[in-house]
């Protein structure tokens, strides 16, 4: 049970991290314009243009209200400036001038924290650009008051529809670029609707709209389009789309705290993929861009990512402590962050079983979502967090609640991801229930979920693109290079000019040409062999592409389809079982059902992996140990320790040395330690020699009686791990002293001998 709810755990731990990614889309950047205060005082000085220097002024104002810090004195100097704007506006009676006042007045009492103040003045300003019939300001003002709402469920209407009056503004008056803006902001609340179908439409007119006007800081969109990907469960667009934001904000040098967010999200995308060390890597990016731009929501976020991923690695001290170190040194007054903290600690203490520490925290969180998680941004999450604890309580009336609710909306949102997590929580619980006809089906469903999202193409389709970022990446830095290198080849190239130019005569270039153009012309010659040549040795390779693609497809089906009626066999045997009460029937159905499984792993990794023939047997001894463990788990303390090395074996001796494995583990499990007695066992697996490898499997349990007989037993059990060791050409002993050890040595085959 517990490697279950460790795998279980791993994926939660997962939501978490989504759970932060999307606080930055709470967190709203000021953008400053690109302007230079100097300049523009400057220009004010000189100019004679009242208009002129009205529009001076509000790009003043506006620039130090935009400035980072949120300082008194800026704010003090954006409403003097305001004030000398509006004043000199009704003076020569400029309506446009006016206008702009207003909204700019509103938005300075909205950064000094008057928001019932600001809301009346945006309000009023609206009403004036609608009077005076100015289309794209009354689109900027009822996109400011959209800023006067935060992200809560109870304002996502409002928000919205103020987003698309802007909308209609910002697309009579064609100002393409704030309309980009505005569909950006509609599809970021849908993200955090969970709604990523339609997130992901929105983001894709936004993106249009700046590829129209050939705007190149698309960055955030990219990193939007990752983030619904990551939503919908397609990690090979999230990843597509968050390698792109990050190639986009290195072409534009951005260094703002928006590549803090990017890296983020590329590092989401890597955990998402189990690519534990690259997601770890973007996020220690991230935190080092955060920390440079001083910007304390985006620190915590990132520092609460990076502990998930300690937790993850069962390092929950550590984890917990690097959360409350980051809480003291880096404050903010956030609600929904300090419930998604909460949300971290009570998964942590519920994975450890600390059921008194995980409820204090589980009150909280239900006080802020609701039982069903509802009431926040992140029902998915809650959701599943929430099964767990249920399960873990043995509350199966809340636990069904919970998961049938989860099923609903993983469905509505197309995410397997989400719904391989929940049919494993529900096969666990209708195991530990008895209920093993529906066990068997919520297994099911879970291995078809999981297999959608982590299945052979995809991998290689993952692989590929991050190939080909790496590629473009190191293609730009050659380019670089070649630039470089032609500019001091064009030097060199100019100053032999100057030094040879009065040593050429008019012979020796004549002689020159001559040699050019014999040289020239044998060279045309090969060149129109060697592409005859060519392009037969291409056609004979693309026949043979197709016949090796075409092969690696029968097998992989035929490793798949075997997989497949083996797992449908232990089904069988599983239900079969339910209607036996003979316990020598029943025992030896379990044993028929971990041989099909230890043979079942061996073909379902052949067909997810790109090499059809050799078995990785340190990963293939790990699944197999989590299988027995979990079989076990409720009735046995047992602990288990491997030493494996990386060996790959074909399947001829794969089968066999899995099935060895499988005996000798179930025989330990079952008979090694009586009356629940604990006990440790280690499973070896090394080359000992060139070619030469030896599996040791040692318990310190009660071991054979003393007048035990290898030669004389008749246990199927010892008979079938000898009868295995002799298919591998190899030897097996016993040694009977302060429990058991078997060992079993053999050499391993080589390719050649394999094609033999």
Not at 85 to 113: C, P, Q, T, V
Not at 226 to 242: C, H
Not at 525 to 554: G, H, V, Y
Not at 599 to 623: A, R
Request: aromatic share 10%; net charge positive.
């Amino acid at each position: 049970m517990n490697s279950t709810f460790n795998s279980i755990s791993n994926n939660l731990l997962k939501s978490f991290c989504f759970l932060f990614v999307l606080m930055f889309l709470s967190i709203h950047i000021k953008a400053q314009k690109k302007e230079n205060s100097g300049l523009l005082r400057k220009q004010m000085a000189a100019s004679s243009n009242n208009n002129e220097k009205v529009e001076l002024l509000l790009r003043l104002g506006d620039y130090y209200l935009t400035k980072p810090g949120e300082l008194k004195k800026d704010l003090d100097s954006a409403a003097i400036l305001n004030k000398e704007a509006i004043s000199l506006s009704l003076k020569i009676n400029n309506k446009l001038g006016i206008g702009k006042s207003m909204l700019l007045e509103a938005r300075i009492d909205k950064e000094r924290g008057k928001w019932d103040i600001a809301t009346s003045k945006m309000k009023k300003s609206i009403d004036y650009f609608l009077n005076n019939k100015m289309q794209e300001q009354t689109g900027e003002a009822y996109n400011e008051l959209s800023y006067m709402y935060n992200n809560d469920p109870e304002y996502f209407d409002t928000k919205v529809k103020l987003k698309e009056k802007a909308l209609i503004y910002f697309n009579s008056s064609r100002a393409v670029l704030k309309k980009a803006l505005v569909l950006r902001d509609l599809a970021e609340l849908y993200s955090i609707k969970d709604d990523p179908e339609k997130t992901i439409k929105l983001l894709k007119q936004s993106l249009a709209a700046y590829q129209s006007i050939k705007y190149k800081n698309v960055q955030t969109v990219y990193k939007l389009l990752s983030l619904a990907e990551v939503q919908k469960g397609d990690l090979k667009e999230a990843l597509r789309y968050a390698n792109l934001a990050e190639k986009t904000s290195e072409d534009v040098g951005d260094n703002s705290v928006e590549m803090s967010s990017i890296y983020n999200q590329v590092g989401l995308v890597y955990y998402y993929l189990r690519k534990d060390q690259s997601a770890m890597d973007y996020w220690e990016k991230a935190l080092v861009v955060a920390k440079k731009n001083k910007n304390n929501p985006f620190i915590r976020t990132v520092s609460s990512n990076i502990s998930t991923m300690i937790i993850r690695r069962k390092k929950f001290k550590e984890g917990i402590e690097m959360i409350k170190e980051y809480k003291k040194k880096y404050p903010i007054n956030d609600k929904e962050f300090e419930m998604r903290e909460n949300y971290i600690l009570f998964h942590t203490y519920t994975t450890l079983k600390q059921l008194k520490d995980a409820e204090y925290y589980y009150k909280k969180l239900i006080d802020y979502y609701g039982e069903d998680g509802g009431k926040g941004n992140s029902q998915t999450s809650v959701l599943l967090s929430f099964s767990m604890y249920h399960l873990y309580k043995k509350d199966y009336e809340a636990f069904y609640k919970s998961v049938r609710l989860l099923d609903s909306l993983s469905s509505k949102m197309g995410n397997d991801l989400l719904s391989s997590q929940n049919f494993l929580l529900w096969f666990k619980a209708d195991s530990m229930r008895g209920k093993y006809p529906d066990a068997i089906k919520h297994y099911q469903l879970f291995k078809k979920h999981s297999d959608s999202v982590f299945n052979g193409e995809k991998s290689r389709q993952i692989n590929s693109l991050q190939i080909q970022f790496e590629t473009e990446k190191k293609d730009k830095n050659i380019k670089l290079l070649t630039q470089q290198g032609k500019t001091q080849e064009v030097v060199i190239q100019n100053e032999k000019m100057i030094r040879y130019f009065f040593i050429g005569s008019l012979i020796a270039l004549v002689l020159f040409l001559a040699l050019l153009f014999n040289r020239s012309r044998l060279k045309n010659n090969a060149n129109k062999k060697l592409e005859i040549k060519r392009k037969q040795i291409d056609e004979q390779n693309e026949q043979l592409k197709k016949l090796l693609a075409e092969k690696e497809w029968l097998l992989k089906e035929i490793h798949h389809r075997v997989k497949n009626n083996l797992q449908i066999v232990i089904s069988l045997l599983n239900t079969q079982s339910a209607y036996l009460e003979n316990e020598d029937a029943l025992m030896a159905i379990q044993n028929s059902q971990h041989r099909m499984h230890a043979m079942s792993l061996i073909h379902q990794k052949l067909y997810q992996s790109d090499n059809l023939s050799m078995i990785d047997m340190s990963w293939y001894i790990y699944e197999l140990i989590t299988y027995i463990k979990e079989c076990y788990s409720s009735e046995k303390n047992i602990n288990f320790i491997l030493d494996t090395e990386k060996v790959f074996l074909d399947v001829a001796q794969a089968v066999p040395m899995g099935l060895i494995v499988n005996e000798a583990i179930n025989n330990t499990v079952k008979y090694a330690f009586p009356k629940d007695a604990k006990g440790e066992v280690s499973i070896s697996f090394k080359n000992t020699e060139k070619d030469f490898y030896q599996l040791i499997i040692s318990d310190n349990g009660i071991g054979l009686p003393e007048d035990f007989n290898i030669d004389e037993t008749e246990s199927l059990g010892m008979n079938l791990m000898r009868g295995l060791a002799d298919q591998l050409d190899g030897t097996f002993s016993l040694e009977n002293k302060n429990g058991l050890k078997i060992m079993v040595t053999f050499r391993k085959k080589t390719e050649i001998e394999t094609s033999n």
